[in-house]
Each structure stands twice: as structure tokens, then as C-alpha cells.
């Protein structure tokens, strides 16, 4: 029977605006821990930390709430570290992505070798140099790698800086188009692994089937990174970015996603970037998600 742990972290702080932090209760409420557990899932529910609404920092405007959002992924290691000592398989639910430095520096402390598939149409591999906007949420990978012009409070968090390798980091169903100059430039320079959003289209269940034989294969843990951002807002109105006619429909990033969790490496699951304020009134839309992660889940 598969076993489940569960640990949210409602937090907007590294975002563009307020929303994430409704997340994780959210799909509480929409029935996905009891969907799970009907579905012969063993669910242990460790609960929430504190929820953090995002607010503008103008004292830190190229890198706003800095400070909170150092500490919530320091928190989120700690919970995560605790928790791997029982669990077969996490599944922490966010919360804007940074909270994926969490998940990684908890794995990092037990000096585990873990590779990353980070599942997500933008690779956020931005700095605070290299855009204006300030919104930490589409710099967490730059502060996993230790790109340069990371902030130390933030990529500083774990056992080891940087907290994951290049060869540790695989790009999956990003969108080059999505991607600013700076880290497209850094994907290149650097030879960081990446498979389009394109290839993941074309062939969800064989693009995710690849990345584990080619990559995840190296590793004795394996951490997947969900970012519902890669769901086009015209099939599924989920995410905090709107993007229209980008990333896959909800049933193909499913189908992909089904592969990444059924490897027996998995170590967590990690879904961030929910904003369900953007979803239909009646809930219909999470319910999507929650009837996908649940399929993906219940795996045999």
C-alpha cells in the first residue's frame, strides 16, 4: 500500500501578489487527502505551518520579503527533514515555489545524493540583478544552483552552497519561450538538462519514462517539482501566472506526472504555484487537479 506524508506550506511571500497562501487548505477542502485515502493511499496529515500573505517590500524591491522567505524555506527544510525520518514518500503542498528550497535542503541535511525534475514551464533561473519585478518565485532554481547574483540569505539555507549541482537539476516541460534571456543564457552556459514543454506534449508518459531512465536513474532519491504554472490557463485556470495557449492541458501534465511519481526513487512530491482564486466559483477547476494528483498518487 502506498504511504503518503503530508505537509503544507501556505505562503504568497516570494509571489506577485496574494493567492498561494490559500492553496494548501484549498485542496484540502476540495477532498484531496480523503480522495487518497479511498483510494487505499496511507495519508499521515502533519498540517500547515503558519500562513504568510504575500505584501510589497519597498525596502527590498528587487528582492521583496526576502527576509520571510528565507525563513519559511528554513522552516519548511526542518519539517521536511523531520518528516523524511518516517515517510516513504512526501507530498508538501504550497505555496509559491520557493518552498521547493525547503523540500531540497531537508533531503540535503541527511547528506543524501537527490537529483530534482522540476516540472514548471518557466526554468526560474532569475536573480534579483538580472529582473526588476522583485518576486523571488521565479528565482528558486537560480538559488538551488547558486547562480550568480543569488541573494546568500536565501541560497544559504541548507547543509551546502549551493544546494544541488548542475548535474542534480533536470529541466522538464519547460518553455524556451517562457524563459527570460538571463536564463536561457545560464541553461547554456551552465548544460543544465532540460527537456521542452514541446516533447512533453508531444508524448507526456514517454518524455517523463526518458527523464527517469536518463536521469533520475542517477540518484538513489529522487524529488519532483510540480508547478502548476505549466497548465495553460485556457484549459485550467489554476495558476498564479495567466498565461494563455502556454504549457500543456491538465489531463497531458497528468499523464506525465503519473510517470515521474510511480518511480521507486521518489522522495517527494512537491506542488506549488496553486492560486485558487482563479478557478471557477463552484470549485470544478480544483477538483480537476485534485482528481489528477490523486490518480497519480494511488499508483499500484
Request: glycine letters at 10%; charged letters at 25%; a negative charge.
Amino acid at each position: 500500500m502506498p504511504a503518503v506524508t503530508v505537509l503544507g506550506v501556505p505562503t504568497s511571500a516570494a509571489a506577485f501578489a496574494p493567492g498561494q497562501e490559500l492553496a494548501p487548505a484549498a485542496l484540502r477542502q476540495a477532498g484531496l487527502l480523503d480522495r487518497l485515502r479511498a483510494a487505499g493511499v496511507e495519508v499521515a496529515d502533519l498540517g500547515d505551518s503558519p500562513v504568510w500573505r504575500w505584501r510589497p517590500d519597498p525596502a527590498r524591491p528587487r528582492a521583496q520579503n526576502l527576509a520571510e522567505v528565507a525563513r519559511i524555506a528554513r522552516e519548511t527544510r526542518d519539517r521536511v527533514a523531520q518528516a523524511r525520518q518516517d515517510s516513504q514518500m512526501l507530498l508538501v503542498l504550497g505555496g509559491d515555489c520557493t518552498i521547493e528550497l525547503g523540500t531540497v535542503a531537508g533531503h540535503v541535511a541527511r547528506d543524501e545524493e537527490v537529483g530534482l525534475v522540476y516540472f514548471d514551464v518557466h526554468p526560474d533561473l532569475n536573480t534579483p540583478a538580472s529582473v526588476h519585478e522583485g518576486a523571488l518565485d521565479w528565482m528558486g532554481m537560480a538559488h538551488a544552483l547558486g547562480v550568480d547574483g543569488a541573494e546568500r540569505e536565501l541560497a544559504g539555507i541548507g547543509a551546502r552552497t549551493p544546494l544541488l549541482g548542475d548535474h542534480q537539476v533536470l529541466f522538464f516541460s519547460y518553455g524556451p519561450d517562457q524563459a527570460t534571456p538571463f536564463e536561457l543564457e545560464q541553461m547554456e552556459r551552465r548544460g543544465l538538462a532540460r527537456v521542452s514543454v514541446d516533447e512533453v506534449a508531444a508524448d507526456p508518459e514517454g518524455a517523463a519514462r526518458r527523464a527517469l531512465d536518463k536521469f533520475g536513474a542517477r540518484f538513489t532519491r529522487l524529488l519532483v517539482h510540480f508547478d502548476v504554472d505549466t497548465i495553460d490557463f485556457n484549459d485550467a485556470p489554476l495558476s498564479e501566472n495567466t498565461g494563455r495557449g502556454e504549457g500543456l492541458p491538465l489531463d497531458t501534465a497528468m499523464r506525465a506526472l503519473r510517470v515521474l511519481v510511480g518511480s521507486e526513487r521518489l522522495a517527494a512530491l512537491t506542488v506549488t504555484e496553486l492560486n485558487p482564486l482563479h478557478g471557477d466559483e463552484e470549485g470544478q477547476t480544483i477538483r480537476r487537479l485534485v482528481d489528477g494528483l490523486t490518480e497519480c498518487l494511488a499508483r499500484p
